[in-house]
């Protein structure tokens, strides 16, 4: 579902992944900057939007959250219908949350095609000395599938923001892609792409 | 007064319901001008009296069952277009009240001409319509009304456990639940959409208040105390609301915050319905095919090739699909997801090695699917007649 409202593009992004692998503290983390909630200003982190500004684009995320559990799977698709991005979550020290996460690629790939920008996550990288699934079998299928691959830690705060702030770029990118193909398609006009500007960002986030 | 257009090209429906009276929902577009013209002093487009007869031609005809979201589709169409209507051309006193309006703003303020004309739009379409959609709604959703009806009965015996909450989750109080009631019964005497999701919103806010604890929830809490909920509250309308909302919502919203917890009521009625299995093979949920069931995506989502002729692009769309359902529904569902307003000159076609084969509206598509599983093969909603090179390059490029 991308829209463009006044200048704003609106991405919708859903996490998926196991029910313990912390897709939860990752948002939170990323939102708001916390690890573990104690303050209870936190009602619930089941949506989340998120405004970010890159290269002086105004980007509105939405971010849906899916439950995870394995009786819930089936209910996948009316959560990531329409979505520009997907954030697979596993733990490196759970192989099965990482069985998880292929079969979430298989399904997405099957049902949204090249459309859907992937993002895998490999969570909790602050228990490295627990870690059983290995880092090149991970980073490997990332390369084969087409996504990229983050180590992150919503404890420590590692690799976060650099997750979301990658996959906001690739949703901005294969969106200008698609409306500039739409564009020459259409009037058969021969596009000169630019050199790609300098990424820099500012985010502020506001939560609903 | 500008010619009112909603729509290019009148929107028809299928042969099989285009009996006589009407040859499309949108005729009453042409009549509108002269009934209003008559029935109304000023000459205004939304001039007063209307009465719900006058809306007839939003509504299918009688026989037609399966035609609640085309209706939907109709007054969120009208109303959408009466909007741009009014504010790109005006009405007569239309510009004169929003500059009287305009003039009493203090300075911080300003008027929301969209959010005034939804809800505008709500109080004049969808009103005056309400007991018709809910008939009709009823009637196409009756099955899924009885399954949920039967599945909150066995829910009561669920433990929250049995329903997927975590033990480190606390559920709704009974008196945390009489004030979700009370929402949920405000949600359901609603005329007015937005008035639903607000209703559906404060509920689950409510909800969020009493079971919150140390931890921030997430869709794992949600999902299942809302099953649990919904149960409890006995809500055994809440398909046919989340329907109607989703129905007849403007696309924007439904892409944000109250998008996402609409979404959470429909997973939470699937979850319910788990409880009670219908064994009649039409009325099973689109998106049942949990444990121990075929475990083939294929069997819930059904992927379709869709050319756009202008563009000469293939889009492809994945749409939830129930078993044994028949090509037309399919068909159906395709047009309204594609903004296809001249169905009647499209249909599906199994793209087998190059060759077409166009389906019968009352073939199942799944079954074909299943029969050429693993071969290149691919469903494609095309124009009947239109002549398409397809690329030789296998569409299923995908695992």
Redesign the interface.
């Known amino acids: ?1 991308t ?1 463009v ?1 006044s200048g704003t593009h ?1 991405f ?1 992004v859903v ?1 998926l992944g196991e ?1 313990c692998v912390g ?2 503290s990752l ?2 983390r990323y939102i708001e900057d916390k690890y ?3 303050h ?1 200003t ?6 989340l ?1 998120k405004k970010l500004n890159i290269n002086g684009k105004r980007i509105n995320l ?1 971010i ?12 996948g ?3 990531y ?2 979505s520009n991005g997907a954030i697979l979550v596993y733990d490196i020290t759970d192989e099965d949350s990482f069985g998880k996460v292929k079969n979430w690629v ?2 997405l ?7 859907i920008v992937l993002v895998i996550a490999g969570n909790k990288i602050d228990l490295e000395q627990d870690r059983t699934v290995p880092l090149e079998e991970a980073e490997s299928y990332a390369v084969m599938v087409g996504a990229r691959h983050f180590n992150t830690s919503a404890k420590m705060n590692q690799g976060v923001e650099e997750l979301f702030l990658e996959l906001t770029r690739e949703m901005t990118e294969r969106f200008e892609q698609n409306s500039q ?2 564009v020459s ?2 009037s058969r006009v021969l596009v000169v792409e630019d050199e790609a500007p300098q990424q820099s960002s500012c985010c502020s986030g506001i939560r ?1 | 007064l500008p010619e009112l257009r909603l729509n290019a090209e009148p929107f028809a429906l299928p042969d099989e319901v285009r009996s006589p009276p009407r040859a499309s929902c949108y005729d009453n577009v042409h009549d509108l001008r002269p009934m209003s013209e008559q029935a109304s002093d000023d000459g205004t487009v939304f001039s007063e009296p209307w009465d719900s007869s006058q809306w007839d031609g939003l509504l299918p005809p009688p026989n037609g069952q399966a035609y609640d979201n085309i209706m939907m589709r109709n007054m969120r169409q009208f109303m959408s277009g009466m909007k741009n209507y009014l504010v790109k051309h005006g009405e007569r006193e239309f510009e004169k009240e929003v500059e009287k309006e305009r003039l009493k703003l203090k300075p911080t303020e300003f008027l929301n001409l969209d959010a005034i004309l939804e809800g505008v739009m709500h109080r004049l379409v969808v009103r005056p319509l309400r007991s018709k959609l809910y008939s009709l709604l009823a009637s196409w959703h009756s099955a899924d009304v009885r399954q949920l009806h039967s599945a909150i009965e066995k829910a009561q015996h669920a433990t929250p456990l049995q329903l997927g909450i975590k033990e480190s989750t606390k559920v709704p109080s009974t008196a945390v639940l009489a004030v979700i009631s009370k929402h949920f019964l405000k949600m359901q005497e609603a005329d007015s959409p937005l008035d639903k999701l607000e209703n559906l919103l404060a509920a689950i806010s409510v909800m969020f208040n009493a079971i919150r604890g140390e931890r921030t929830l997430g869709a794992d809490d949600l999902l299942p105390v809302l099953a649990w909920t919904v149960a409890r509250c006995r809500l055994v309308c809440a398909e046919l609301e989340a329907e109607l909302m989703a129905g007849l919502l403007p696309a924007a919203l439904l892409a944000g915050e109250g998008g996402y917890y609409l979404t959470a009521l429909f997973s939470a009625v699937a979850v319910l319905k788990r409880l009670a299995p219908d064994p009649g093979p039409d009325s099973t949920t689109p998106w049942r095919r949990g444990s121990g069931e075929s475990r083939e995506v294929g069997v819930a989502v059904v992927r379709v090739a869709l050319p756009d002729e202008c563009r000469g692009s293939i889009r492809r769309v994945a749409l939830p699909c129930r078993p044994g359902a028949r090509a037309r529904d399919l068909c159906r569902a395709l047009a309204h997801a594609a903004h296809i307003t001249n169905p009647q000159d499209y249909a599906l076609f199994a793209l087998h090695d190059g060759q077409e084969t166009m389906l019968n509206e009352n073939d199942c598509p799944q079954e074909v699917m299943s029969e050429k599983s693993g071969q290149n093969f691919i469903l494609a909603y095309k124009r009947i007649d239109a002549k398409i090179a397809w690329p030789q390059q296998a569409l299923l490029s995908y695992p």
């Open positions: 579902m829209t409202q609106n919708k996490l029910g897709k939860t948002l939170l573990n909630d104690k209870l936190t009602l619930q982190a089941t949506f939007n939405s849906w959250d899916t439950a995870g559990q394995e009786k819930f799977h089936a209910l698709p009316i959560y219908r329409n298989k399904e790939r099957k049902m949204l095609g090249s459309d193909a739409d398609r259409t609903n």
